[in-house]
Nanobody
Framework: QLQLVESGGGLVQPGGSLRLSCTAS????????IGWFRQAPGKEREGVSC????????YYADSVKGRFTISRDNAKNTVFLEMDSLKPEDTAVYYC???????????????WGQGTQVTVSS
């Protein structure tokens, strides 16, 4: 079974940057789309960004467009989420997930990581 492990979360000041990594336990190559989701306390899970497996097309939620960049390194079985110009409202647990196609519906993804905390605060 495919396993995903997120890393790179932490505490950062507003305006700062973080890079999250999602590493898969096996070759993912073009087999899976990868999505990044986040969930803040008391809020629903929200799709942030996703990247297709076939052609690495990238998609972003309006709330992060222009600030976040998703990319994948198939040789390392890793997908990255570069987060710049972070805001306090970006504070959440961030999860990566693997599914058959790139979309923002969390229930379409079959495999999930354990999550990594991102806190944006001064």
């Amino acid at each position: 079974q495919l396993q995903l492990v997120e890393s790179g979360g932490g505490l950062v000041q507003p305006g700062g940057s973080l890079r999250l990594s999602c590493t898969a336990s096996e070759l993912i190559l073009d087999s899976y789309a990868i999505g990044w989701f986040r969930q803040a306390p008391g809020k629903e899970r929200e799709g942030v960004s996703c990247i297709s497996g076939s052609d690495s097309s990238a998609y972003y939620a309006d709330s992060v467009k222009g600030r976040f960049t998703i990319s994948r390194d198939n040789a390392k079985n890793t997908v990255f989420l570069e987060m710049d110009s972070l805001k306090p409202e970006d504070t959440a647990v961030y999860y990566c997930a693997a599914g058959n196609w790139a979309n923002f519906d969390w229930y379409e993804y079959q495999y999930w990581g354990q999550g990594t905390q991102v806190t944006v605060s001064s």
